[in-house]
Protein backbone atom coordinates (compact mmCIF):
# COMPACT_ATOMS: atom_id res chain seq x y z
CA UNK A 1 0.00 0.00 0.00
CA UNK A 2 1.01 3.55 -0.27
CA UNK A 3 2.26 5.16 2.49
CA UNK A 4 0.90 8.96 3.09
CA UNK A 5 1.58 11.68 5.68
CA UNK A 6 5.41 10.66 6.78
CA UNK A 7 7.64 13.14 8.04
CA UNK A 8 10.95 13.62 5.85
CA UNK A 9 13.15 11.00 7.96
CA UNK A 10 10.94 8.21 6.99
CA UNK A 11 10.64 9.45 2.97
CA UNK A 12 14.55 9.40 2.76
CA UNK A 13 14.27 5.81 4.87
CA UNK A 14 11.96 4.66 2.36
CA UNK A 15 14.01 5.55 -0.59
CA UNK A 16 16.76 3.59 0.96
CA UNK A 17 13.93 0.60 1.53
CA UNK A 18 13.11 1.02 -2.43
CA UNK A 19 16.48 0.27 -3.41
CA UNK A 20 16.96 -2.42 -0.88
CA UNK A 21 13.68 -4.13 -1.84
CA UNK A 22 13.95 -3.66 -5.61
CA UNK A 23 17.43 -5.37 -4.89
CA UNK A 24 15.71 -8.24 -3.06
CA UNK A 25 13.07 -8.97 -5.77
CA UNK A 26 15.91 -9.02 -8.54
CA UNK A 27 17.94 -11.87 -6.65
CA UNK A 28 14.31 -13.71 -5.88
CA UNK A 29 13.66 -13.56 -9.53
CA UNK A 30 17.51 -13.74 -11.66
CA UNK A 31 19.44 -15.35 -8.87
CA UNK A 32 22.25 -12.83 -9.12
CA UNK A 33 23.59 -11.48 -6.35
CA UNK A 34 23.72 -7.85 -5.54
CA UNK A 35 25.97 -7.22 -2.56
CA UNK A 36 28.77 -5.95 -4.53
CA UNK A 37 26.52 -3.61 -6.29
CA UNK A 38 24.75 -2.44 -3.37
CA UNK A 39 28.12 -1.50 -1.68
CA UNK A 40 28.61 0.73 -4.32
CA UNK A 41 25.13 2.44 -3.99
CA UNK A 42 25.08 6.41 -4.08
CA UNK A 43 23.88 7.74 -0.77
CA UNK A 44 19.84 8.56 -1.05
CA UNK A 45 18.70 11.74 -1.52
CA UNK A 46 17.59 13.48 1.01
CA UNK A 47 14.60 15.52 0.49
CA UNK A 48 14.05 19.15 1.55
CA UNK A 49 10.70 19.87 1.19
CA UNK A 50 7.70 19.12 3.33
CA UNK A 51 6.15 15.74 4.22
CA UNK A 52 5.55 13.82 0.99
CA UNK A 53 4.25 10.22 0.20
CA UNK A 54 6.68 7.76 -1.87
CA UNK A 55 5.92 4.98 -3.91
CA UNK A 56 8.62 1.98 -2.98
CA UNK A 57 9.92 -0.82 -5.41
CA UNK A 58 7.52 -2.91 -2.93
CA UNK A 59 4.38 -0.96 -4.11
CA UNK A 60 5.28 -0.79 -7.69
CA UNK A 61 5.87 -3.85 -8.42
CA UNK A 62 3.36 -5.90 -6.37
CA UNK A 63 -0.06 -6.86 -8.22
CA UNK A 64 -1.24 -4.53 -10.33
CA UNK A 65 -4.75 -5.61 -9.32
CA UNK A 66 -4.27 -4.90 -5.84
CA UNK A 67 -6.65 -1.85 -4.62
CA UNK A 68 -10.09 -0.50 -6.29
CA UNK A 69 -10.81 -0.24 -9.99
CA UNK A 70 -10.66 3.52 -11.29
CA UNK A 71 -13.24 5.80 -12.01
CA UNK A 72 -12.86 6.91 -15.29
CA UNK A 73 -15.47 8.92 -15.75
CA UNK A 74 -14.02 10.95 -12.83
CA UNK A 75 -10.83 10.94 -14.06
CA UNK A 76 -11.46 12.33 -17.41
CA UNK A 77 -13.52 15.03 -15.83
CA UNK A 78 -10.29 16.08 -13.56
CA UNK A 79 -7.96 15.86 -16.95
CA UNK A 80 -10.17 17.38 -18.84
CA UNK A 81 -9.35 21.47 -17.90
CA UNK A 82 -5.70 20.79 -17.90
CA UNK A 83 -5.52 18.56 -20.87
CA UNK A 84 -6.31 21.94 -22.61
CA UNK A 85 -3.87 23.73 -21.07
CA UNK A 86 -2.61 26.40 -23.56
CA UNK A 87 1.20 25.73 -22.49
CA UNK A 88 1.12 22.37 -23.93
CA UNK A 89 0.41 23.59 -26.96
CA UNK A 90 -1.63 22.56 -30.28
CA UNK A 91 -1.46 19.10 -30.18
CA UNK A 92 -1.55 16.85 -27.04
CA UNK A 93 -1.61 13.12 -26.88
CA UNK A 94 -2.51 11.14 -23.48
CA UNK A 95 -3.34 7.46 -22.46
CA UNK A 96 -4.00 6.18 -18.48
CA UNK A 97 -4.11 2.67 -18.26
CA UNK A 98 -4.84 0.19 -15.67
CA UNK A 99 -1.63 -1.86 -15.30
CA UNK A 100 -3.64 -5.03 -14.41
CA UNK A 101 -5.81 -4.93 -17.23
CA UNK A 102 -4.61 -3.27 -20.21
CA UNK A 103 -8.34 -1.09 -20.07
CA UNK A 104 -7.60 2.43 -21.41
CA UNK A 105 -9.47 5.10 -18.47
CA UNK A 106 -8.64 8.04 -20.22
CA UNK A 107 -7.14 9.05 -23.94
CA UNK A 108 -6.65 12.17 -25.94
CA UNK A 109 -5.49 11.06 -29.31
CA UNK A 110 -4.17 7.74 -27.78
CA UNK A 111 -3.46 6.54 -31.11
CA UNK A 112 -1.24 9.72 -33.25
CA UNK A 113 2.05 9.04 -33.51
CA UNK A 114 4.14 11.80 -31.45
CA UNK A 115 7.49 12.86 -31.17
CA UNK A 116 8.48 11.18 -28.43
CA UNK A 117 11.74 12.66 -27.15
CA UNK A 118 13.82 10.70 -24.36
CA UNK A 119 10.99 8.37 -24.00
CA UNK A 120 12.18 6.39 -26.18
CA UNK A 121 14.32 5.72 -24.07
CA UNK A 122 11.20 2.88 -22.58
CA UNK A 123 11.65 0.83 -25.69
CA UNK A 124 15.24 0.60 -25.63
CA UNK A 125 15.05 -0.27 -22.22
CA UNK A 126 12.49 -3.19 -22.73
CA UNK A 127 14.58 -4.40 -25.97
CA UNK A 128 17.53 -4.78 -23.93
CA UNK A 129 16.50 -6.15 -21.32
CA UNK A 130 14.29 -9.04 -23.37
CA UNK A 131 17.43 -9.90 -25.95
CA UNK A 132 20.31 -9.29 -23.68
CA UNK A 133 18.92 -10.34 -20.37
CA UNK A 134 19.18 -8.57 -17.37
CA UNK A 135 22.70 -10.16 -16.42
CA UNK A 136 24.93 -9.77 -19.86
CA UNK A 137 28.01 -7.86 -19.43
CA UNK A 138 29.66 -5.45 -22.00
CA UNK A 139 33.34 -6.19 -22.16
CA UNK A 140 36.28 -3.80 -22.89
CA UNK A 141 39.58 -5.90 -23.97
CA UNK A 142 43.20 -6.07 -24.97
CA UNK A 143 44.41 -9.41 -27.37
CA UNK A 144 47.47 -9.85 -29.39
CA UNK A 145 47.98 -8.71 -32.48
CA UNK A 146 49.42 -9.79 -35.75
CA UNK A 147 53.15 -8.34 -35.43
CA UNK A 148 55.40 -9.16 -32.42
CA UNK A 149 54.72 -7.31 -29.40
CA UNK A 150 51.36 -5.89 -30.77
CA UNK A 151 48.45 -4.99 -28.82
CA UNK A 152 44.82 -4.34 -29.52
CA UNK A 153 42.89 -2.51 -27.63
CA UNK A 154 38.94 -3.68 -28.38
CA UNK A 155 35.58 -1.70 -27.81
CA UNK A 156 33.13 -3.59 -26.77
CA UNK A 157 30.10 -1.22 -27.11
CA UNK A 158 30.43 -0.03 -23.03
CA UNK A 159 30.02 3.75 -23.05
CA UNK A 160 30.29 3.91 -19.25
CA UNK A 161 33.93 2.68 -18.97
CA UNK A 162 35.80 5.13 -16.62
CA UNK A 163 38.78 6.70 -17.83
CA UNK A 164 41.70 7.89 -15.84
CA UNK A 165 39.95 11.34 -14.68
CA UNK A 166 36.44 9.37 -13.38
CA UNK A 167 35.46 10.65 -10.13
CA UNK A 168 34.97 7.98 -7.27
CA UNK A 169 32.31 5.86 -8.96
CA UNK A 170 28.70 5.62 -7.74
CA UNK A 171 26.17 3.23 -8.67
CA UNK A 172 26.54 1.10 -10.59
CA UNK A 173 30.25 0.94 -10.39
CA UNK A 174 31.79 1.04 -14.22
CA UNK A 175 34.50 -0.47 -15.54
CA UNK A 176 37.62 1.03 -15.47
CA UNK A 177 40.07 1.73 -18.00
CA UNK A 178 42.44 1.74 -15.68
CA UNK A 179 42.39 -1.08 -14.52
CA UNK A 180 42.32 -2.82 -17.41
CA UNK A 181 46.17 -0.93 -18.04
CA UNK A 182 47.01 -2.55 -14.78
CA UNK A 183 45.83 -6.10 -15.88
CA UNK A 184 47.60 -5.56 -19.57
CA UNK A 185 50.69 -4.37 -17.37
CA UNK A 186 51.11 -7.12 -15.42
CA UNK A 187 49.71 -9.96 -17.89
CA UNK A 188 52.38 -8.43 -20.34
CA UNK A 189 55.39 -8.28 -17.82
CA UNK A 190 54.43 -12.00 -17.14
CA UNK A 191 54.88 -12.97 -20.66
CA UNK A 192 58.32 -11.17 -20.74
CA UNK A 193 56.97 -8.10 -22.78
CA UNK A 194 57.95 -4.31 -21.76
CA UNK A 195 57.68 -2.51 -24.95
CA UNK A 196 54.28 -2.67 -27.54
CA UNK A 197 52.85 -0.87 -30.32
CA UNK A 198 49.31 -0.35 -29.75
CA UNK A 199 46.03 -0.31 -31.95
CA UNK A 200 42.52 0.02 -31.66
CA UNK A 201 39.25 -1.59 -32.89
CA UNK A 202 35.89 -0.17 -33.01
CA UNK A 203 34.34 -2.05 -35.21
CA UNK A 204 31.68 -3.63 -33.47
CA UNK A 205 29.45 -1.07 -34.31
CA UNK A 206 29.46 0.13 -37.76
CA UNK A 207 27.54 3.24 -40.03
CA UNK A 208 27.11 6.70 -39.14
CA UNK A 209 27.83 8.07 -36.00
CA UNK A 210 24.83 10.35 -35.78
CA UNK A 211 21.32 9.79 -36.61
CA UNK A 212 19.00 11.12 -39.50
CA UNK A 213 17.17 13.15 -37.65
CA UNK A 214 19.73 14.43 -35.22
CA UNK A 215 20.16 18.41 -34.94
CA UNK A 216 24.10 19.20 -35.52
CA UNK A 217 24.47 20.93 -32.18
CA UNK A 218 23.64 17.51 -30.75
CA UNK A 219 27.71 16.61 -30.70
CA UNK A 220 29.10 20.40 -30.03
CA UNK A 221 27.31 21.06 -27.15
CA UNK A 222 27.88 18.13 -25.53
CA UNK A 223 24.31 15.93 -25.66
CA UNK A 224 25.61 13.02 -27.00
CA UNK A 225 29.22 11.49 -28.74
CA UNK A 226 29.92 10.35 -31.77
CA UNK A 227 28.76 6.90 -31.28
CA UNK A 228 31.36 4.15 -31.28
CA UNK A 229 31.97 1.17 -30.03
CA UNK A 230 34.89 2.31 -28.14
CA UNK A 231 34.87 5.37 -26.05
CA UNK A 232 35.58 6.43 -22.33
CA UNK A 233 33.80 8.56 -19.47
CA UNK A 234 30.71 8.27 -22.51
CA UNK A 235 33.13 10.57 -25.00
CA UNK A 236 33.40 13.22 -22.35
CA UNK A 237 37.03 15.31 -22.87
CA UNK A 238 36.51 15.54 -18.92
CA UNK A 239 33.83 13.54 -16.88
CA UNK A 240 32.66 16.74 -15.09
CA UNK A 241 31.15 18.67 -18.30
CA UNK A 242 29.68 18.13 -21.49
CA UNK A 243 32.47 18.44 -23.87
CA UNK A 244 32.78 15.48 -25.99
CA UNK A 245 35.38 13.80 -28.32
CA UNK A 246 35.39 14.41 -31.95
CA UNK A 247 36.96 10.58 -31.91
CA UNK A 248 36.21 8.96 -28.90
CA UNK A 249 37.58 5.84 -29.54
CA UNK A 250 41.22 7.07 -30.66
CA UNK A 251 40.96 10.01 -27.71
CA UNK A 252 40.15 6.52 -25.41
CA UNK A 253 43.40 4.61 -27.10
CA UNK A 254 45.54 7.71 -26.30
CA UNK A 255 44.40 7.56 -23.07
CA UNK A 256 45.26 3.57 -22.15
CA UNK A 257 48.40 3.64 -24.18
CA UNK A 258 49.57 7.17 -21.06
CA UNK A 259 48.15 4.75 -18.61
CA UNK A 260 50.16 1.69 -19.77
CA UNK A 261 52.91 3.92 -19.57
CA UNK A 262 52.45 4.72 -15.78
CA UNK A 263 52.77 0.62 -15.69
CA UNK A 264 56.43 0.46 -17.15
CA UNK A 265 55.23 -0.84 -20.33
CA UNK A 266 56.50 1.19 -23.38
CA UNK A 267 54.28 2.37 -26.00
CA UNK A 268 56.38 3.24 -29.63
CA UNK A 269 54.52 5.32 -31.76
CA UNK A 270 51.08 6.48 -31.59
CA UNK A 271 47.59 4.36 -31.53
CA UNK A 272 46.69 3.52 -35.28
CA UNK A 273 43.50 1.73 -35.79
CA UNK A 274 43.50 -1.70 -36.04
CA UNK A 275 41.47 -4.99 -35.95
CA UNK A 276 41.56 -7.68 -33.77
CA UNK A 277 41.87 -11.66 -35.44
CA UNK A 278 38.54 -13.49 -34.62
CA UNK A 279 40.46 -15.83 -32.47
CA UNK A 280 43.68 -13.58 -30.91
CA UNK A 281 44.66 -14.17 -27.55
CA UNK A 282 42.76 -11.99 -24.82
CA UNK A 283 45.52 -10.23 -22.55
CA UNK A 284 42.79 -8.52 -20.35
CA UNK A 285 39.42 -7.89 -19.99
CA UNK A 286 37.29 -4.99 -17.80
CA UNK A 287 33.35 -5.82 -17.69
CA UNK A 288 30.56 -3.34 -17.31
CA UNK A 289 27.87 -3.50 -14.51
CA UNK A 290 25.42 -5.84 -15.70
CA UNK A 291 22.59 -4.67 -18.32
CA UNK A 292 19.57 -4.67 -15.50
CA UNK A 293 21.92 -1.74 -14.05
CA UNK A 294 22.68 -0.11 -17.21
CA UNK A 295 18.97 -0.21 -18.00
CA UNK A 296 18.37 1.73 -14.69
CA UNK A 297 21.08 4.19 -15.39
CA UNK A 298 19.52 4.67 -18.74
CA UNK A 299 16.44 5.57 -17.78
CA UNK A 300 17.23 7.42 -14.33
CA UNK A 301 19.66 10.05 -16.09
CA UNK A 302 18.42 9.89 -19.78
CA UNK A 303 21.69 8.63 -21.06
CA UNK A 304 21.73 9.04 -24.55
CA UNK A 305 25.12 7.92 -25.33
CA UNK A 306 24.03 4.32 -23.25
CA UNK A 307 21.03 4.08 -25.17
CA UNK A 308 22.44 4.09 -28.42
CA UNK A 309 24.95 1.06 -27.73
CA UNK A 310 22.51 -0.43 -25.80
CA UNK A 311 20.27 -0.23 -28.75
CA UNK A 312 23.19 -2.05 -30.85
CA UNK A 313 23.62 -4.49 -29.00
CA UNK A 314 20.27 -5.90 -29.22
CA UNK A 315 20.63 -6.11 -33.03
CA UNK A 316 24.03 -7.54 -32.66
CA UNK A 317 22.70 -10.25 -30.65
CA UNK A 318 19.74 -10.50 -33.69
CA UNK A 319 22.78 -11.41 -36.02
CA UNK A 320 22.38 -7.60 -37.44
CA UNK A 321 24.62 -4.78 -37.52
CA UNK A 322 25.80 -2.34 -35.41
CA UNK A 323 24.35 0.15 -37.09
CA UNK A 324 21.47 2.80 -36.34
CA UNK A 325 18.80 1.15 -38.87
CA UNK A 326 19.27 -2.40 -37.93
CA UNK A 327 19.42 -0.97 -33.89
CA UNK A 328 16.25 0.63 -34.59
CA UNK A 329 14.91 -2.46 -36.55
CA UNK A 330 16.01 -4.93 -34.28
CA UNK A 331 14.64 -3.19 -31.26
CA UNK A 332 10.91 -3.00 -33.23
CA UNK A 333 11.49 -6.60 -34.17
CA UNK A 334 11.43 -7.25 -30.21
CA UNK A 335 8.43 -5.13 -29.74
CA UNK A 336 6.55 -6.88 -31.91
CA UNK A 337 6.96 -10.57 -30.09
CA UNK A 338 5.77 -9.04 -27.35
CA UNK A 339 2.90 -7.84 -29.21
CA UNK A 340 3.67 -3.92 -28.34
CA UNK A 341 5.04 -2.94 -31.43
CA UNK A 342 1.87 -1.26 -33.09
CA UNK A 343 2.28 2.63 -32.82
CA UNK A 344 6.15 2.65 -32.58
CA UNK A 345 8.56 4.23 -35.05
CA UNK A 346 12.08 4.90 -33.95
CA UNK A 347 15.45 5.83 -36.18
CA UNK A 348 17.62 5.44 -32.69
CA UNK A 349 17.66 4.44 -29.59
CA UNK A 350 18.05 7.91 -27.50
CA UNK A 351 14.95 9.58 -28.72
CA UNK A 352 16.98 12.55 -29.96
CA UNK A 353 15.86 12.13 -33.38
CA UNK A 354 12.85 13.98 -34.63
CA UNK A 355 11.86 11.41 -36.91
CA UNK A 356 10.51 9.06 -34.05
CA UNK A 357 6.85 8.69 -33.60
CA UNK A 358 5.37 6.83 -30.83
CA UNK A 359 2.06 6.98 -29.61
CA UNK A 360 0.68 7.34 -25.97
CA UNK A 361 -0.66 4.45 -26.12
CA UNK A 362 2.26 2.27 -27.23
CA UNK A 363 4.33 3.54 -24.20
CA UNK A 364 1.28 3.00 -21.67
CA UNK A 365 1.43 -0.60 -22.79
CA UNK A 366 4.98 -0.93 -22.57
CA UNK A 367 4.98 0.08 -18.97
CA UNK A 368 2.39 -2.01 -17.68
CA UNK A 369 4.23 -4.91 -19.14
CA UNK A 370 7.29 -4.13 -17.74
CA UNK A 371 5.11 -4.21 -14.43
CA UNK A 372 3.55 -7.09 -15.07
CA UNK A 373 4.14 -9.77 -12.73
CA UNK A 374 4.60 -12.15 -15.72
CA UNK A 375 7.73 -10.24 -16.68
CA UNK A 376 10.15 -10.23 -14.14
CA UNK A 377 12.89 -9.84 -16.34
CA UNK A 378 11.86 -6.55 -17.27
CA UNK A 379 11.00 -4.88 -13.42
CA UNK A 380 14.20 -2.72 -14.06
CA UNK A 381 12.47 -0.59 -16.30
CA UNK A 382 10.23 0.24 -13.69
CA UNK A 383 12.55 0.98 -10.80
CA UNK A 384 15.09 2.80 -13.24
CA UNK A 385 12.66 5.06 -13.65
CA UNK A 386 13.08 9.14 -12.19
CA UNK A 387 11.20 9.28 -9.25
CA UNK A 388 9.17 13.06 -8.81
CA UNK A 389 11.05 15.42 -6.95
CA UNK A 390 14.06 12.96 -5.83
CA UNK A 391 16.16 11.35 -8.67
CA UNK A 392 17.49 11.93 -11.62
CA UNK A 393 15.74 13.76 -14.32
CA UNK A 394 12.95 14.36 -12.23
CA UNK A 395 14.80 15.47 -9.03
CA UNK A 396 13.81 19.09 -9.63
CA UNK A 397 10.17 19.21 -10.34
CA UNK A 398 7.43 18.48 -8.39
CA UNK A 399 7.61 21.43 -6.27
CA UNK A 400 5.05 23.41 -7.70
CA UNK A 401 1.66 23.83 -5.95
CA UNK A 402 -0.22 21.69 -8.87
CA UNK A 403 2.25 18.65 -8.67
CA UNK A 404 3.71 18.50 -5.35
CA UNK A 405 1.19 15.96 -3.90
CA UNK A 406 2.60 13.82 -7.03
CA UNK A 407 6.28 14.22 -5.53
CA UNK A 408 7.23 10.22 -4.64
CA UNK A 409 4.00 8.86 -5.87
CA UNK A 410 5.27 9.81 -9.94
CA UNK A 411 7.81 7.33 -11.46
CA UNK A 412 8.34 8.37 -15.02
CA UNK A 413 10.49 8.89 -17.90
CA UNK A 414 10.84 12.27 -19.18
CA UNK A 415 11.49 13.93 -22.58
CA UNK A 416 12.41 16.90 -24.31
CA UNK A 417 13.42 18.59 -27.25
CA UNK A 418 12.87 21.99 -29.09
CA UNK A 419 8.62 21.77 -28.71
CA UNK A 420 8.50 18.83 -27.32
CA UNK A 421 7.88 17.94 -23.82
CA UNK A 422 6.66 14.09 -22.25
CA UNK A 423 6.46 11.98 -19.46
CA UNK A 424 5.75 8.07 -19.94
CA UNK A 425 5.08 6.16 -16.23
CA UNK A 426 3.57 4.43 -13.51
CA UNK A 427 1.71 5.08 -10.25
CA UNK A 428 -0.20 4.13 -7.90
CA UNK A 429 -4.16 5.92 -6.94
CA UNK A 430 -4.81 6.51 -3.38
CA UNK A 431 -6.47 3.41 -3.57
CA UNK A 432 -3.76 1.22 -4.80
CA UNK A 433 -4.45 0.55 -8.01
CA UNK A 434 -1.54 0.58 -10.46
CA UNK A 435 -1.70 2.79 -13.45
CA UNK A 436 0.98 3.46 -16.11
CA UNK A 437 0.37 6.94 -18.04
CA UNK A 438 1.86 8.43 -21.16
CA UNK A 439 1.29 12.81 -21.78
CA UNK A 440 3.04 13.70 -24.99
CA UNK A 441 2.62 17.19 -26.13
CA UNK A 442 4.94 18.08 -29.56
CA UNK A 443 4.34 21.59 -30.25
CA UNK A 444 4.83 23.71 -27.16
CA UNK A 445 5.32 27.04 -27.36
CA UNK A 446 7.99 27.48 -24.17
CA UNK A 447 9.70 24.69 -22.09
CA UNK A 448 9.18 25.38 -18.83
CA UNK A 449 4.83 26.02 -18.76
CA UNK A 450 4.63 22.80 -20.69
CA UNK A 451 6.51 21.13 -17.71
CA UNK A 452 4.68 22.47 -15.38
CA UNK A 453 1.51 21.28 -17.26
CA UNK A 454 2.47 18.02 -17.94
CA UNK A 455 3.52 17.45 -14.33
CA UNK A 456 0.07 18.47 -13.13
CA UNK A 457 -1.57 15.83 -15.24
CA UNK A 458 1.15 13.08 -13.60
CA UNK A 459 0.30 14.09 -10.40
CA UNK A 460 -3.60 14.50 -10.94
CA UNK A 461 -3.16 10.50 -11.80
CA UNK A 462 -1.72 9.98 -8.91
CA UNK A 463 -3.93 11.11 -6.90
CA UNK A 464 -7.19 9.83 -8.98
Not at 50 to 64: D, H, N, Y
Not at 129 to 138: F, H, K, M, S, V
Not at 270 to 280: D, H, I, V, Y
Not at 347 to 364: F, H, M, V
Request: glycine letters at 10%; charged letters at 20%.
Amino acid sequence: MVVRGRWTLVVSLLLLQSFTLGAGLYVWTTGFSLDDAASQAAPEPTPTRTPVPLITAEAVLASGSEGTAVDAQRLAARLKGPIADAALGGRVGAVVMDAATGDVLYGNRPTTGLTPASTTKVVTAVAALTTLGPDERLATRVVYGKAKNAIVLVGGGDPTLAGPQATRPGYPRPASLSMLAIYTARALKAAGVTKVTLGYDDSLFSGPRTADGWKPNYVPEGTVAPVTALMHDSGRVNPRNRQRWPDPARATAAAFANLLRRHGITVTGGPREAKAGATAQEVARVESPPVYQLVERMLTDSDNDLAEALARHVALRQGRRGTFEDAAKACLKVLRDLDAHEGVHIEDGSGLSIRNRITPKALAKLLALAASPENPHLHTVISGLPVAGFTGTLDDRYDRKESEQGAGLVRAKTGTLNGVTTLAGVTRTANGRLLTFAFMADRVPAHDPAVAAIDRLATIVSTS
